[in-house]
């Protein structure tokens, strides 16, 4: 049951920010400024934005976006996940054991932040110290989709190494042990915290 409700409640909190996974850029219909109309000033002004100690300039805006919608349920950590010397943003959402899980990671394209991969309510995501990402997708009680990827030096995209699909009422002993291979990794990284609101 807390499990349940642990998922509703992220659930919410997702459809709330969903818009933190979209390109950090300009307004797709800015409105048009004519002769007739000027800009106007709002009348409260907006806050100054938050300088986020030791993660590279080009994530502050993904963390911007995420702060305003909800500080005290995320968090992050920048790591080089593949030992190339481009650091990965990794973002966490507490659940409801307030363990944090994986929510996105993004690395860097020049100065822009490249989104990697998105884990919602239903995955479980662990990254090992060889770099490898390992996903466990359960969109219902009767499917399991495991996959793991790469993030190959200077790559901006991942590399699909692996993809299962299961249903859970014919797993035979090969799948079950696939299934928890792929949930408790050899060697996983161990992630500090960062909650966004620190």
């Given at each position: 049951m807390k499990r349940l409700l642990g998922l509703v409640i992220a659930l919410l909190l997702l459809v709330g920010c969903a818009s933190v996974a979209e390109p950090v850029g300009a307004d797709a219909n800015p409105p048009e400024v004519t002769a007739a109309t000027e800009p106007t000033v709002a009348?409260?002004?907006?806050?100054?934005p938050r300088e986020w100690s030791g993660v590279p300039q080009a994530y502050w805006a993904v963390l911007e976006?995420?702060?305003?919608?909800?500080?005290?349920?995320?968090?992050?950590?920048?790591?080089?996940?593949?030992?190339?010397?481009?650091?990965?943003?990794?973002?966490?959402?507490?659940?409801?054991?307030e363990l944090p899980w994986l929510f996105q990671i993004y690395t860097l394209d020049g100065d822009e932040p490249a989104h990697l991969i998105h884990f919602d309510i239903f995955d479980f995501g662990v990254i090992t110290k060889e770099g490898i990402i390992f996903a466990h997708h359960t969109r219902s009680e009767e499917i399991a989709?495991?996959?793991s990827f790469l993030?190959?030096?200077?790559?901006?995209?991942?590399?699909?190494?692996?993809?299962?699909?299961?249903?859970?009422?014919?797993?035979?002993?090969?799948?079950?042990?696939?299934?928890?291979?792929?949930r408790n990794p050899p060697n996983p990284m161990q992630f500090e915290f960062i909650p966004l609101g620190s």
């Open positions: 009348a409260t002004a907006l806050p100054a976006r995420l702060f305003a919608c909800d500080e005290a349920s995320y968090g992050y950590q920048v790591v080089d996940i593949n030992n190339d010397g481009i650091p990965e943003l990794i973002l966490f959402i507490l659940g409801s054991t989709t495991i996959r993030l190959e030096a200077d790559a901006t995209t991942l590399t699909t190494l692996t993809s299962h699909r299961f249903f859970y009422e014919n797993l035979d002993d090969e799948q079950l042990a696939l299934l928890h291979a792929y």
